[in-house]
C-alpha cells in the first residue's frame, strides 16, 4: 500500500475511533472530584452538573470532595487520573494562584484539559460602619494615606489574599491586609465594625448590601456587573487595571479525547446558558460567562502570568512545602 494510503488509512482510523468514544461515553459512573469542603460555591456548582449530567447522559455522576492545599490536594487526583473522560474536577480561579505561592505537583498549564469555564463570581470592595464617611474608592485610598498601615483589609487566604494584596499594590497606600478563615467571617466583621473594609464575594456580599449591613464602593472585574450596574469598575474608578475574578470551570486530565470533552462542554454549555438557569446563577452571585476549552488554554498561562507578577509585587511569601 502505497505511503500516502496508509497515512489516510491511519487518520480515518483515529477519527473513526474518536467519533466511537464520544458515541459510546459514557458507559459506567463519572467520578466529580471538588478540591474543596462541602457547602462553598465549588461544591454547590459542581452538584448543579452533576445533576444535570446525569440526566442528559444517563450515568451517575459521584461528587467526592478532596479539600485540601489550598484545593491541590484534589487537584492533583484529577490531574493522575486516567484520561478516559471518566474523571473530571471542579476547578477555579485558586489552580492559576498558587503557582505564584505553593509547591505544585504539577505543570498548571499542561496537566488538565478544560472542558468548559462556566461563570464566574465577582468581588465587591466593601466598607462597615468603622468608615461612615467612605462613600467611594477614592475615599478609602485616601483615608489610607491619611494613616499608612491603619486601615485593616479582612481577607482570607488563597483568592482573597491576591486580590487585595493586588488592590493594595495597584492603589500605592499602605493597607493592613489581615488574614481570616474564610472570607464570610472576614465580610462579618466588617458588618460588626470590628474592621474597615474587605473584599467580599458576590455569593454571599449581595443580600448584605441589599439590607444596608455593608456598602459597596466598586466591584472587582473590568466591566460592570449587571446585577450591581450602578456601582463603578475599579478600574473606572482609578485603581488602573484592576481585574480580579473567580471563575469556575470543569476539567480532566490532560489527553482526554477531543469528542468526550465536546460532549461533555455541550451539554454543560446548554444548561447552564438556559433562560432559567442564567437566573438561578444571578440569584446566586454568579454570572454565566461560557468559555470553550480553546479560550481556557490562553487564559489559564495568562492568569499564572498575573498573579505570579502580584505576588512578587507584594511580596507575598513562597512556601517551601
Same mark, same amino acid.
Given at each position: 500500500?502505497?505511503?500516502?494510503? +496508509?497515512?489516510?488509512?491511519?487518520?480515518?482510523?483515529?477519527?473513526?475511533?474518536?467519533?466511537?468514544?464520544? $458515541?459510546?461515553?459514557?458507559? +459506567?459512573?463519572?467520578?466529580?472530584?471538588?478540591?474543596?469542603?462541602?457547602?462553598?460555591?465549588?461544591?454547590?456548582?459542581?452538584?448543579?452538573? $452533576?445533576?444535570?449530567?446525569?440526566?442528559?447522559?444517563?450515568?451517575?455522576?459521584?461528587?467526592?470532595?478532596? &479539600?485540601?492545599? $489550598?484545593?491541590? #490536594?484534589?487537584?492533583?487526583?484529577?490531574?493522575?487520573?486516567?484520561?478516559?473522560?471518566?474523571?473530571?474536577?471542579?476547578?477555579?480561579?485558586?489552580?492559576?494562584?498558587?503557582?505564584?505561592?505553593?509547591?505544585?505537583?504539577?505543570? &498548571?498549564?499542561?496537566?488538565?484539559?478544560?472542558?468548559?469555564?462556566?461563570?464566574?463570581?465577582?468581588?465587591?470592595?466593601? #466598607? /462597615?460602619?468603622?468608615?461612615?464617611?467612605?462613600?467611594?474608592?477614592?475615599?478609602?485610598?485616601?483615608?489610607?494615606?491619611?494613616?499608612? /498601615?491603619?486601615? #485593616?483589609?479582612?481577607?482570607?487566604?488563597?483568592?482573597?489574599?491576591?486580590?487585595?494584596?493586588?488592590?493594595?499594590?495597584?492603589?500605592?497606600?499602605?493597607?493592613?491586609?489581615?488574614?481570616?478563615?474564610?472570607?464570610?467571617?472576614?465580610?462579618?466583621?466588617?458588618?460588626?465594625?470590628?474592621?474597615?473594609?474587605?473584599?467580599?464575594?458576590?455569593?454571599?456580599?449581595? &443580600?448584605?448590601?441589599?439590607?444596608?449591613?455593608?456598602?459597596?464602593?466598586?466591584? /472587582?472585574?473590568?466591566?460592570?456587573?449587571?446585577?450591581?450596574?450602578?456601582?463603578?469598575?475599579?478600574?473606572?474608578?482609578?485603581?488602573?487595571?484592576?481585574?480580579?475574578?473567580?471563575?469556575?470551570?470543569?476539567?480532566?486530565?490532560?489527553?482526554?479525547?477531543?469528542?468526550?470533552?465536546?460532549?461533555?462542554?455541550?451539554?454543560?454549555?446548554?444548561?447552564?446558558?438556559?433562560?432559567?438557569?442564567?437566573?438561578? !446563577?444571578?440569584?446566586?452571585?454568579?454570572?454565566?460567562?461560557?468559555?470553550?476549552?480553546?479560550? !481556557?488554554? $490562553?487564559?489559564?498561562?495568562?492568569?499564572?502570568?498575573?498573579?505570579?507578577?502580584?505576588?512578587?509585587?507584594?511580596?507575598? &511569601?513562597?512556601?517551601?512545602?
Amino acid at each position: 500500500m502505497p505511503r500516502f494510503a +496508509r497515512t489516510l488509512t491511519a487518520a480515518l482510523m483515529v477519527l473513526t475511533t474518536g467519533m466511537a468514544l464520544g $458515541q459510546d461515553y459514557p458507559s +459506567r459512573p463519572i467520578r466529580m472530584i471538588i478540591p474543596f469542603a462541602p457547602g462553598g460555591t465549588n461544591d454547590v456548582l459542581a452538584r448543579m452538573v $452533576q445533576i444535570h449530567l446525569h440526566e442528559k447522559l444517563g450515568q451517575v455522576v459521584v461528587p467526592d470532595n478532596r &479539600p485540601g492545599y $489550598q484545593g491541590i #490536594v484534589g487537584q492533583d487526583l484529577v490531574v493522575k487520573a486516567e484520561p478516559d473522560g471518566y474523571t473530571l474536577g471542579v476547578i477555579s480561579a485558586a489552580y492559576t494562584m498558587n503557582p505564584a505561592t505553593l509547591k505544585v505537583p504539577f505543570d &498548571p498549564v499542561k496537566a488538565l484539559d478544560f472542558v468548559i469555564r462556566i461563570g464566574q463570581s465577582f468581588l465587591i470592595m466593601s #466598607v /462597615g460602619p468603622k468608615l461612615p464617611g467612605v462613600n467611594s474608592i477614592q475615599d478609602l485610598v485616601a483615608a489610607a494615606r491619611a494613616k499608612p /498601615g491603619e486601615i #485593616v483589609l479582612s481577607t482570607s487566604g488563597g483568592f482573597l489574599y491576591f486580590a487585595s494584596s493586588l488592590f493594595a499594590s495597584l492603589s500605592k497606600e499602605k493597607f493592613n491586609i489581615v488574614l481570616y478563615k474564610g472570607g464570610f467571617p472576614a465580610m462579618l466583621d466588617v458588618i460588626s465594625g470590628q474592621v474597615h473594609a474587605c473584599f467580599a464575594v458576590s455569593t454571599y456580599a449581595l &443580600p448584605n448590601l441589599r439590607s444596608g449591613k455593608i456598602k459597596g464602593l466598586a466591584v /472587582g472585574t473590568l466591566k460592570r456587573s449587571e446585577l450591581l450596574p450602578d456601582l463603578p469598575t475599579l478600574d473606572e474608578a482609578g485603581i488602573k487595571g484592576f481585574d480580579a475574578s473567580n471563575w469556575y470551570a470543569i476539567a480532566a486530565p490532560a489527553g482526554t479525547p477531543r469528542p468526550i470533552i465536546k460532549k461533555l462542554h455541550d451539554a454543560i454549555a446548554a444548561h447552564f446558558t438556559s433562560p432559567a438557569m442564567v437566573k438561578k !446563577m444571578a440569584s446566586m452571585g454568579i454570572v454565566v460567562d461560557i468559555k470553550t476549552p480553546e479560550e !481556557m488554554r $490562553q487564559i489559564v498561562p495568562d492568569e499564572i502570568a498575573k498573579w505570579t507578577r502580584t505576588a512578587i509585587e507584594a511580596k507575598m &511569601p513562597r512556601s517551601a512545602k
